[in-house]
């Protein structure tokens, strides 16, 4: 887009990146927390963006947002011009090396960062960013360098894939809730706890699988999004949860945790690493690749 003098009219920068950090997150208060700025002045730049377009970018729903075709196909191309704006900056301005990690939510709170310290102190020559989503990562449009994932083969072409463990889940629960004469020595005596519930909702699984006889809607249950949250609510003794088990390895060592059945569900999913073979860095995720596979197997131990 050109004004008539010949010279290229571009809209603000500030409102760009507004734009792609709403669209990404598809909500204007997260964005807002990403960039350090108020959530309504996220929304009046891009509502500002939308009027000098004259275009149309979200749908506006009760609880969060929804690319238009217009927007979708703005992000995209957006995506790609400021991922161009920083790697010019970069060769220009050499500095630490960006390496962006993404990774779940849950997986992030409860695995990753209670170790990242350790790779960010050896490798003081990389700046991790680390990206909590579990939408799946798109190596080309979203600058994503490496991603973790709970999933199950195949994966999709181009792609590098390394098991970091498999997926084996286990009731969890605060030892004080089965202190005394609360013990819970069955998988039918649960029925006299809360499950929490994740977003997965893997509980009627392993009930079946465990034996049990009840129907699982005879069960109380609590529900949360994230296998993170429904953890925390374990700590705090609200009940009884479902956990892969190197998400919980630290809580049951300090003891805020344990293991009151014996059974664990097990599967053919499991924790992967992604990454793509036309890696824009190939030699720095070598390295975070390498160190995950390392303290994944210490993990298993």
């Not at 749908?59 to 010019?88: N, W």
């Not at 997926?167 to 809360?194: F, M, Q, W």
């Not at 925390?232 to 060592?253: F, K, R, T, Y």
């Amino acid at each position: 887009m050109r004004s008539p003098d010949g010279r290229l009219r571009l809209p603000p920068l500030n409102a760009l990146r507004m734009f792609e950090s709403a669209a990404r997150h598809l909500n204007f208060r997260i964005a807002s927390e990403e960039l350090g700025l108020t959530q309504s002045a996220v929304a009046q730049q891009v509502r500002a963006l939308e009027q000098t377009l004259n275009v149309k970018l979200f749908d506006r729903l009760a609880r969060s947002l929804a690319l238009t075709d217009a927007g979708r196909k703005y992000l995209a191309a957006i995506q790609r011009a400021l991922r161009t704006i920083a790697e010019a900056t970069e060769e220009l301005c050499p500095g630490k090396t960006v390496l962006t990690v993404s990774v779940t939510t849950s997986f992030a709170a409860k695995w990753l960062i209670p170790r990242l310290v350790e790779f960010t102190d050896a490798n003081p020559d990389i700046e991790v960013q680390v990206l909590a989503t579990n939408n799946l990562a798109n190596f080309q449009n979203d600058g994503v360098d490496l991603a973790v994932r709970q999933a199950a083969p195949p994966f999709g072409p181009g792609l590098c894939v390394d098991l970091m463990f498999p997926l084996r889940l286990s009731a969890v629960c605060s030892p004080s809730l089965i202190s005394g004469d609360h013990k819970l020595r069955s998988v039918d005596e649960l029925a006299n706890y809360t499950l929490l519930y994740d977003a997965h909702e893997r509980w009627p699984s392993f009930l079946e699988q465990a034996g049990s006889k009840k129907d699982v809607s005879s069960f109380k249950a609590l529900k949360f999004s994230h296998e993170s949250l429904s953890i925390d609510a374990a700590i705090s003794g609200q009940g009884v949860a479902l956990a892969s088990d190197p998400l919980v390895e630290h809580d049951i060592l300090l003891g805020r945790l344990c293991h009151p059945l014996d059974f664990s569900l097990s599967g053919d999913i499991g924790y992967y690493i992604v990454t793509t073979r036309a890696s824009r860095k190939p030699e720095v995720v070598k390295r975070m690749r390498d160190w995950l596979l390392s303290k994944s197997n210490t993990s298993e131990q």
